[in-house]
């Protein structure tokens, strides 16, 4: 195990609702990166959260936003839901937020969105 | 330039075989290349990652070989066992970037 953890595990919801996802860190980890894995792809990057601010993204629209606490964990907030949402959603955390440092990864949390 | 093309898709391997993925690359900013190794209803775990200062990096049956000139790296599962079975990924990155990119994903079945 990582010692990243993400809640809830499976989720579903409808069409337009907005959700929240959340990953805690690995002790000692101040960055945490946002991937959304659509089945039968590879991760794909969302964003990147640094001592509580957002510290890069990929292509993704603004109603996918993010926080990240004092304590380092972090939350995923997808508003307007869209049917192409639904993705495996994976929280990884690492020691600093660039160089080729190892990522670690939690076990997902699987949205269908309906 | 961000893509890594990973191949093949799927791959089906006797016990004690050999399993071979590969991957490529375009952008040459690159310079980590990790394979992770991910589970039905898991997250990925980093499996053996390489730096483009070496050729070959081994850990126990795992190898990875990186041709820096041809843009491409490989991984190469020896004495593949039935545990093996899983979806492998490779990725890259630059030691500015912040996030990792990833290949497609390979589906490796080890048939006992």
């Known amino acids: 195990e990582t010692g990243v953890t993400q809640s809830p595990t499976h989720l579903i919801k409808t069409r337009g609702q907005q959700v929240t996802l959340r990953c805690s860190s690995q002790?000692?980890?101040?960055?945490v990166s946002w991937y959304q894995q659509a089945l039968g792809q590879g991760p794909q990057f969302i964003f990147q959260?640094?001592?509580?601010?957002?510290?890069g993204r990929g292509n993704f629209p603004p109603r996918f936003s993010g926080l990240q606490f004092p304590n380092y964990s972090s939350e995923l907030n997808v508003n307007a839901l869209e049917l192409d949402d639904s993705a495996l959603y994976l929280c990884?955390?690492?020691?600093?937020?660039?160089?080729?440092?190892?990522?670690?990864f939690g076990q997902g949390t699987r949205l269908t969105v309906v | 330039q961000q893509q890594v093309k990973q191949s093949p898709q799927s791959l089906i391997v006797q016990k004690g075989g050999i399993s071979i993925i590969n991957c490529a690359y375009e952008?040459?900013?690159?310079?980590?290349f990790p394979w992770y190794q991910q589970f039905p209803g898991k997250g990925p775990a980093l499996l053996i990652a390489?730096?483009?200062?070496?050729s070959e990096k081994k850990e126990g049956r795992f190898t990875i070989s990186f041709n820096k000139s041809a843009k491409q790296f490989s991984l190469h599962i020896m004495d593949s066992q039935p545990g093996d079975s899983a979806t492998y990924f490779c990725?890259?990155?630059?030691?500015?970037?912040?996030?990792?990119?990833f290949g497609s994903g390979t589906q490796l079945t080890v048939l006992p």
């Open positions: 002790s000692g980890h101040n960055t």
């Open positions: 990725a890259a990155k630059s030691g500015s970037a912040r996030q990792l990119t």
């Open positions: 990884a955390s690492s020691l600093v937020p660039t160089g080729n440092t190892e990522a670690f």
């Open positions: 952008n040459t900013a690159f310079d980590y």
């Open positions: 959260y640094y001592r509580e601010e957002e510290n």
């Open positions: 390489i730096r483009p200062d070496v």
